[in-house]
């Protein structure tokens, strides 16, 4: 299979904190990458913005020590690098104040397509987007990209939408979530709305319920201050998996238009019920040989806040009545996946014998680490011996499917990147949706706060608590394996 690159438009890109470890290990590398698959137009250039002096061939240096680090040697040989290093320079900023904001103004082009990217702290974003205005450095079609976390709840996610209303439109900002640039979330449209197979099943009335896990097997250790303020619940459930719940849960849209899109899963969001206690089991991990407690990594050995989270979600709407989303994450637990797996029901009689067993359709979505689905079937076990049912995978794994080029697939940030240059806002949040979103999480965060609830200790390298399992056990259900 040949895979089609289709170039952009020329364009400069700055990186606001293109000296941070998210522009080292993903953007830069994810930006070469594109450079390498012939997408990047003779002109594009990108332009590195932060704290710090350095030069253009300081920050070339800097870049290609990145690549060195994350492109695999087969894929970097030193023209390409050099070539692409070409691309680049460095201006010293300070977000905060007005250094450095008239020296941008002049590196940056005003005929291509301008794009800023704010990969800095949150605290940042306002300033950043004030000062672009003020300095004249953005024009009404200059898009700006908006890392997480998008506010810490619903009245400064408001308070940050304000702030950059003033100076950007709607359709100019793209606030990124990773997950929706993964190959498989898209796919997973590509499933539910390009095949007349699926759609007819998927409602309550033929899905049991729907498991959504995203598992780290990492520590917080080293930004332990920075996750106190946060936790599991509005670091990954509030935008990544409630993202990913959209995805599964929302009606087809009219067509595949960013508008149409986001309207559909913000009805989703609006639809999620209030979540009770009983349905909420918070984790923090405790220390094993490999490293310290939550409790230590945090530094504050009073601390609440949550490594794990599991939670029983309801969707009040005709499609999903009745058919719950369990939502898990956690960190150092067994290992690193992330996955969406759809139950089936079982069939509604069986007309085979008790020896047969029960079995039901399971369409597992796995976003890491190997992208993929699989979708399990019964049939008849082969062989004399009467009607013996088994379970077996129809695997629909790119590579296997569509020739080992399949398996390259970009990464979630440059295919995003990309998106942002061609003005494509579909896989990226809207103001409304990740308002919704903390509207939803807010009473949810304040009600174990009011309680005083404390999270249960769990093993590391386990699945997280033991009264996770349990959430599923009392409903007949049981998680499926966090493995590799
Ligand atoms: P970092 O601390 O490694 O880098 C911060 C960057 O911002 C540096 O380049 C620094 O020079 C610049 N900076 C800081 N203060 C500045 C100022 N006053 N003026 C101009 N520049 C300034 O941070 P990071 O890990 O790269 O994260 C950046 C953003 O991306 C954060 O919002 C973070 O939440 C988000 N994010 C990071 C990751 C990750 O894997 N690192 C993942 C998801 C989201």
């Not at 710090?52 to 020590?65: N, R, S």
């Not at 007819?200 to 106190?228: C, F, K, M």
């Not at 939670?311 to 690193?336: E, Q």
Request: hydrophobic share 40%; aromatic share 8%.
């Amino acid at each position: 299979m040949v895979s089609r690159v289709i170039p952009v438009d020329p364009f400069d890109l700055v990186i606001f904190g293109g000296t941070g470890d998210l522009a080292r290990r993903k953007i830069l590398p994810g930006l070469y990458r594109r450079f390498v698959a012939g997408q990047m137009p003779e002109d594009a250039r990108i332009i590195g913005a932060a704290r710090g002096e350095m030069d253009q061939a300081g920050y070339q240096a800097f870049v290609g020590e990145a690549i060195a680090e994350f492109i695999s040697e087969k894929k970097r040989d030193a023209e390409t690098v050099a070539a692409f290093l070409e691309r680049l320079n460095y201006t010293p900023i300070d977000a905060r104040g007005e250094g450095g904001w008239d020296a941008l103004a002049k590196m940056v082009r005003k005929e291509a397509i301008t794009a800023f990217y704010f990969s800095v702290g949150p605290g940042l974003f306002g300033d950043i987007a004030t000062r672009l205005h003020k300095h004249k450095i953005a024009t009404p079609e200059s898009r700006i990209v908006v890392e997480k976390p998008f506010g810490r709840d619903l009245e400064s996610a408001k308070a940050l939408n304000a702030v950059l209303a003033e100076s950007f439109d709607e359709h100019q900002i793209y606030r990124i979530d990773h997950y929706l640039g993964k190959e498989t979330v898209q796919n997973l449209m590509a499933v539910r709305f390009a095949n007349v197979l699926f759609e007819p099943l998927w409602n309550a009335q033929y899905i049991d319920h729907v498991q959504i896990t995203v598992a780290e097997t990492v520590s917080v250790g080293g930004r332990g201050g920075y996750y106190d303020k946060s936790g599991a619940m509005r670091d990954m459930i509030q935008n990544h998996l409630m993202q990913l719940l959209c995805l599964t849960a929302m009606e087809p849209p009219s067509k595949f238009d960013p508008d149409a899109v986001r309207d559909e899963k913000l009805k989703v969001i609006r639809a999620l019920d209030a979540v009770p206690t009983e349905n909420i089991v918070r984790g923090q991990y405790g220390a094993d040989g490999d490293g310290p407690s939550y409790v230590e990594d945090s530094e504050d050995p009073e601390s609440r806040t949550e490594s794990f989270i599991a939670m029983k979600v309801d969707i009040s709407n005709w499609r999903w009545k009745g058919t719950p989303f369990y939502l898990r994450t956690g960190k150092r637990l067994k290992a690193r996946m992330s996955e969406i797996v759809v139950h089936f029901k079982e069939t509604p009689h069986s007309i085979f014998d008790e020896d047969a067993g029960s079995h039901a359709n399971i369409l597992s979505i796995r976003l890491q680490p190997d992208e993929g689905m699989d979708l399990r079937v019964t049939i008849k076990e082969p062989g004399p011996g009467g009607m013996r049912l088994v379970d077996v995978p129809l695997d629909m794994t790119f590579a296997d499917a569509l020739g080992p080029e399949a398996a390259d697939v970009p990464d979630a940030y440059e295919r995003l990147i990309m998106d942002v240059i061609r003005g494509n806002q579909t896989l990226f949040m809207r103001g409304d949706e990740v308002e919704a979103a903390w509207a939803w999480t807010d009473p949810i965060i304040e009600g174990w706060i009011t309680r005083g609830d404390k999270p249960k200790t769990y093993d590391p390298g386990s699945s997280g608590p033991e009264d996770a399992l349990m959430l599923l056990h009392r409903d007949g259900r049981r998680w499926r394996e966090i493995s590799a």
